[in-house]
């Protein structure tokens, strides 16, 4: 083939791989290899196949939105770069993130779905979940799904039976091994539901509310407000019917303050990550002070405190979603360490326009402050910063 001039016209969607994965090479980043896929379908099969194989990167912090806009802002920490990245159709509607490459969406009508904001895959959920004692409405009432309607909080978990944390961060494939788990707003109680699957299963609960969970050793954990440990054994053939979380482990004494609390499972370890906060100056500002980690004693069903976490690095977000990595598999990532965001907000509850954002060594006590640009920290007026680790399969 030659252009206009006569000239020969090279078809680069012919290139070898040899000479592909020669390129890939000399990048670094994911991000790279996500701007790589996007030539053509040679390219992206071979992006793929190399992002298979590497040592995954830190996961990127996706900031709030301005109005209306259908672009969201990602952090790469890797990189300390800024991508604006188009989101159609989730403007205002509420997001968590997770570490398997998904956003997990809640429509206005209360209808879920999973999305991967790379490779632009989504998988529906069943219809919306509802809750025991709480009322079925459209959520535009509240002018944003962002607002806190029938669901408090929500958690993606991967569960595979026999394992203990799982296949590869980063990757979403085996979508039948994920799960979703809602909390009620109004009852506490919890429902979960799988992509594919015909509906949501309720799980009673005692009263109160549930702050945070995670999956681990077969088992669903959930940490109510009271510190109280509960626990779920869920199974695969779940399609309907009701379970039962019952309590697993007693509180710890004293009780800290169990609403700043996240669970996160870690190699079959299953860890309690209770964040505290301090005043700053005059101003009322509230900000993280410090964290306090507890490890399960599964026989003796007893949290025990500890002092360092080796080489695993803990991710918390302002949703008490949590995740972990192995430090030595994860490019710039410092063991022993717990990445976090939140907003500034006041004693009043009222947000003040910026992220708290940091690394707080869990053996030296302290915290490194992570500066995060103005231009577009500033811009979410609802939604917490959240994690989620950026997947091309």
């Not at 710890?252 to 370890?269: C, K, M, Q, T």
């Not at 690394?359 to 989620?388: E, G, Q, T």
Request: charge should be neutral.
């Amino acid at each position: 083939m030659r252009n206009w001039l006569g000239l020969p016209v090279r078809d680069w969607s012919q290139l070898p791989d040899d000479l592909l994965l020669l390129i890939l090479s000399r990048t670094n980043a994911v991000e790279d290899l996500i701007v790589f896929s996007a030539v053509c379908r040679s390219w992206r099969f071979v992006a793929v196949k190399e992002f298979s194989t590497r040592r995954i990167q830190l996961p990127w912090l996706m900031l709030g939105e301005n109005h209306g806009s259908e672009t969201r802002g990602f952090f790469s920490f890797y990189s300390s770069k800024h991508y604006n990245v188009m989101l159609p159709n989730m403007s205002g509607r509420r997001i968590w993130g997770s570490q398997y490459g998904w956003l997990l969406v809640l429509e206005f009508n209360r209808q879920f779905f999973l999305f991967n904001p790379v490779t632009r895959v989504r998988l529906d959920l069943p219809p919306k979940p509802i809750f025991k004692g709480e009322f079925d409405h459209d959520d535009r009432q509240n002018h944003a799904a962002s607002v806190p309607g029938f669901v408090r909080k929500a958690f993606v978990l991967r569960y595979a039976s026999g394992s203990g944390s799982g296949s590869r961060p980063g990757s979403s494939t085996n979508h039948d091994r994920f799960l979703v788990v809602a909390v009620g707003n109004v009852s506490g109680n919890l429902a979960f539901a799988k992509p594919g699957g015909r509906n949501w299963i309720q799980i009673r609960t005692p009263f109160g509310r549930i702050e945070s969970a995670a999956w681990c050793n077969d088992r669903l954990f959930a940490i109510m407000d009271t510190g109280n440990l509960l626990s779920c054994e869920i199974f695969d053939d779940s399609s309907s019917g009701t379970y039962e979380a019952k309590e697993f482990a007693v509180e710890l004494d004293p009780v800290p303050a169990w609403n700043n609390s996240s669970l996160v499972e870690s190699s079959g370890d299953l860890f309690l990550v209770v964040r505290f906060f301090s005043g700053e100056n005059s101003k009322n500002w509230h900000k993280t002070k410090y964290f306090e980690v507890y490890k399960l004693d599964f026989e003796a069903k007893e949290w025990a405190k500890v002092q360092e976490l080796g080489d695993r690095a803990l991710f918390i977000d302002g949703d008490n979603y949590a995740m972990s990595l192995s430090a030595s598999e994860v490019k710039e990532c410092k063991g022993s360490c717990i990445y976090f965001v939140e907003k500034y907000w006041d004693k009043w509850g009222r947000y003040l326009g910026s992220n708290d954002v940091g690394i707080f060594s869990v053996v030296d006590r302290l915290i490194i402050p992570h500066f995060v640009s103005d231009a577009f920290s500033s811009c979410a007026v609802r939604p917490n910063p959240i994690w989620v680790m950026p997947s091309l399969c």
